[in-house]
C-alpha cells in the first residue's frame, strides 16, 4: 500500500548563509547535509532542501504565493511560544480558524511562508 513517509520541499534563496541560519536558530530545524549551493535541513518529517540562487525573484515578491507548506502537528501552543522566544518572524498570529485548525504562519528571510496548524480538539474548551 502506498504510504508517505516525509515531504521535501525545494527553496531557492538569494543567501544561503543568512536562510539555513535563520532555519536552524529560529525554526530548530537541523542540518542532515551540505554540497556545493545547497543545504539539506529537516525538522522531524518535514525535510528542506535549500539551494543558493542569487539571481532569481525572491519568494516574497510574489505575495500571496510565497506559501509553500502547511505543516499539521501536534502541541501548536508549545512551538509557537518557542518561534516567538527564538525570535521567527510571524508572518500570521496563532489563531482558532472555523476550518477546525488552530495555526499560525512563519516567513523566512526570502519571504517563503509557512504554516503550522493542528486539529482543534472538538471536546475542548
Known amino acids: 500500500m502506498f504510504k508517505v513517509k516525509a515531504t521535501q ?10 536562510t539555513e541560519n535563520y532555519f536552524l536558530d529560529k525554526l530548530g530545524f537541523s542540518v542532515r547535509f551540505r554540497v556545493d549551493g545547497w543545504s ?8 528542506v532542501m535549500v539551494g543558493h540562487c542569487p539571481d532569481e525573484m525572491s519568494a516574497g515578491d510574489t505575495n500571496e504565493h510565497s506559501y509553500f507548506a502547511y505543516v499539521n502537528c501536534e502541541s501548536i501552543d508549545d512551538l509557537y511560544q518557542d518561534y516567538q522566544k527564538r525570535g521567527a518572524d510571524i508572518c500570521q498570529e496563532i489563531a482558532d480558524k472555523p476550518w477546525g485548525l488552530r495555526e499560525f504562519g ?5 519571504g517563503h511562508r509557512i504554516m503550522f496548524g493542528e486539529d482543534i480538539d472538538p471536546g475542548g474548551p
Do not use: K, N, Q
Not at 539539506?40 to 525535510?47: E, K, T, V, Y
Not at 512563519?106 to 526570502?110: I, L, N
Open 9 to 18: 520541499h525545494v527553496l531557492a534563496v538569494r543567501d544561503l548563509e543568512i
Open 40 to 47: 539539506f535541513l529537516s525538522l522531524g518529517g518535514f525535510h
Open 106 to 110: 512563519v516567513a523566512t528571510p526570502d
